[in-house]
């Protein structure tokens, strides 16, 4: 039996990329060099914006499928073909997501991140396989064919700590520190960020050779 989860009456901006987006691990600075193809299928046209606009949150979007997702941020959207553009200008690895810059291949699937046209996924369904339905207007339930998904609350987990700096003393002890992130959508240029969340606790791999 299904149940009615949500509603939704505004339409995402879904598409597929038909070439790949490069990896980029330079860091928190704007991608100029990659691009990326994408074709659109709903949602209307693509639009450019200012870096400064980008900076503030503009053209904000998901690139991937489900278990490499990356989220980005593009100034440029050309437009190249019928529904088709070329993104360019990009933030990358948004939201502790730049482990995922690598990932990507042709036929990633490209979503717009909109405010009005996402819906969580019940915190409590975490770990839990679920099917799910998707029914377009005038289309019956039963005419729709499922989707297995299952939870893993990937916005709730904390982002991995950054610029680890390790030092050793006369006596050849090493310390190591590194700097939290925060999900919280406040921080500083130079002091800590707020913790963010219920307890600070790490875990530490120390590798030798391979």
């Known amino acids: 039996n299904y149940e009615p989860f949500f509603s939704m009456a505004n339409e995402a901006g879904i598409g597929r990329a038909t070439t ?34 980008t900076l503030n949150g503009y ?25 088709t553009y070329r993104l360019s200008g990009f933030l ?8 995922a810059t690598g990932t990507h291949l042709i036929g990633d699937s490209f979503v717009l991140a909109s405010t009005t046209a996402w819906n969580r996924v019940n915190g409590s369904d975490t770990g839990l396989e679920r099917l799910y339905k998707a029914p377009p207007v005038r289309i019956r339930l039963d005419a729709v064919e499922s989707v ?12 991995s700590p950054v610029d680890a700096v390790g030092a050793r ?15 919280l959508a406040a921080g500083t240029l130079h002091l800590p960020v707020l913790l963010g969340e219920a307890a600070e606790s790490y875990t530490v791999e120390f590798m030798d050779g391979d």
């Open 20 to 53: 790949a987006l490069p990896d980029f691990t330079v860091g928190n600075i704007f991608d100029e060099g990659s691009t990326v193809d994408v074709l659109m299928y709903t949602g209307g046209e693509l639009i450019s914006v200012t870096e400064d606009q």
């Open 59 to 83: 053209n904000k979007a998901v690139i991937g499928a489900h278990g490499r997702w990356e989220v980005i941020h593009f100034k440029n959207a050309d437009l190249i073909g019928t529904d």
């Open 92 to 99: 990358r690895g948004c939201r502790g997501t730049e482990w």
């Open 148 to 159: 297995a998904f299952t939870n893993s609350s990937v916005a709730l987990k904390p982002f």
């Open 169 to 183: 003393d006369g006596s050849n002890n090493l310390t190591i520190t590194w700097a939290r992130r925060t999900r």
